[in-house]
């Protein structure tokens, strides 16, 4: 893989990486007391996933007329000096996002080993109904996938 494709790929991690801390700020200052609810819970986070989405595009809008402007430099033949730049400030950002996503790794640890927690007792109910014959409707949600549509 060229560099343009590992600049690519280091942006859209980091990018992920970013989003997500923002969601979870979002969730965190929209909800300082937490939700127990998890119908709740999940609409609350798709609500603070929607408030970064929106900032993100506004930001975007703003920065429009700079994407043009880097578009033209490429064709133009500067590509070489943009990824000298884009690699700069890789490096000059990296420490800020790795110190994010550390203060932000208990809780996001927390809340997978909660999820996996319901996926192994779900499974484990979805098993004991296998043993007894009776699948309950409420464990698993069952599609007739016998005929293409």
Not at 15 to 20: E, F, Q, Y
Not at 125 to 148: C, M, R, T, Y
């Amino acid at each position: 893989m060229g560099l343009l494709g590992k600049l690519i790929k280091t942006g859209i991690v980091a990018g992920a990486a970013v989003a997500a801390v923002k969601v979870s700020e979002k969730y965190t200052a929209n909800n300082p007391e937490g939700i127990n609810d998890p119908q709740a819970r999940t609409d609350a986070i798709k609500q603070a996933a929607t408030e970064v989405y929106q900032d993100a595009m506004a930001a975007a809008a703003q920065k429009a007329p700079n994407l043009t402007n880097a578009v033209n430099d490429i064709a133009n033949g500067k590509a070489p000096d943009i990824a000298n730049t884009v690699v700069n400030m890789a490096k000059e950002k990296a420490p800020e996002i790795l110190n994010m996503a550390k203060e932000k790794a208990p809780d996001l640890a927390s809340k997978v080993q909660s999820a996996a927690s319901t996926v192994a007792t779900k499974a484990q109910q979805f098993a004991d109904s296998l043993d007894d014959g009776v699948v309950d409707a409420d464990i698993v949600d069952f599609e007739d996938k016998s005929e293409e549509k």
